[in-house]
């Protein structure tokens, strides 16, 4: 079901800069997103980057301790909310990263919201094009499993 929902060119950008991985000087590392959450504009007609909600590369390890639960903490108890998360792991081989994106729908949120975020996210996922893994959230607890499986690598979350 689609809604007519639109997506901002600047959540394009964002998930490009995330995607790509250019040569970049340390300065520029710092500042690329580790983190970012969209949000519906307040006429409900665009996918918009959240004001404030994000997490940049230079804040691991300075402001921020711990980015994947920073990121969970920054998503709100009582609304639906769209989200990219850059993922680093290791497994046996090599370090590996992958882009991820999330559809987050607490139990808590109004049954609208949860429609509209429901039916508005195959337009962001058409402009999301190489984000590996999805999967829609419902509590913080979920993403705490998420994170257990992603060490063990024994579960995979394709896109919804």
């Known amino acids: 079901m689609a809604s007519g929902v639109q997506v901002a060119d600047e959540v394009c950008r964002i998930f490009y800069d995330m995607k790509v991985r250019k040569c970049s000087t340390p300065e520029e590392i710092k500042k690329r997103k580790k983190a970012v959450i969209f949000c519906l504009s307040p006429d409900k007609k665009c996918i918009i980057v959240e004001e404030g909600k994000e997490i940049l590369v230079g804040d691991v390890g300075v402001t921020v301790t711990d980015p994947f639960k920073h990121f969970v ?12 998360y850059d993922a680093s792991f290791e497994t046996k081989e ?10 987050w729908a607490p139990e808590q949120a109004p049954l609208k919201s949860k429609m509209i975020y ?4 195959d ?3 058409k402009k999301f094009q190489g984000s590996q893994w999805a999967k829609r959230y419902h509590l913080p607890g979920s993403f705490a499993l998420l994170k257990l499986a992603r060490m063990k690598r024994t579960e995979r979350c394709f896109l919804l």
């Not at 108890?77 to 989200?83: G, H, I, L, S």
């Not at 090599?94 to 559809?103: A, Q």
């Not at 429901?118 to 996210?121: G, N, T």
Request: charged share 35%; proline share 3%.
């Open 123 to 125: 337009a962001i996922k």
């Open 73 to 84: 903490q920054m998503l709100p108890e009582k609304d639906c909310r769209y989200a990219l």
């Open 94 to 103: 090599s370090k590996k990263e992958e882009l991820m994106f999330f559809l």
């Open 118 to 121: 429901a039916s508005s996210k």
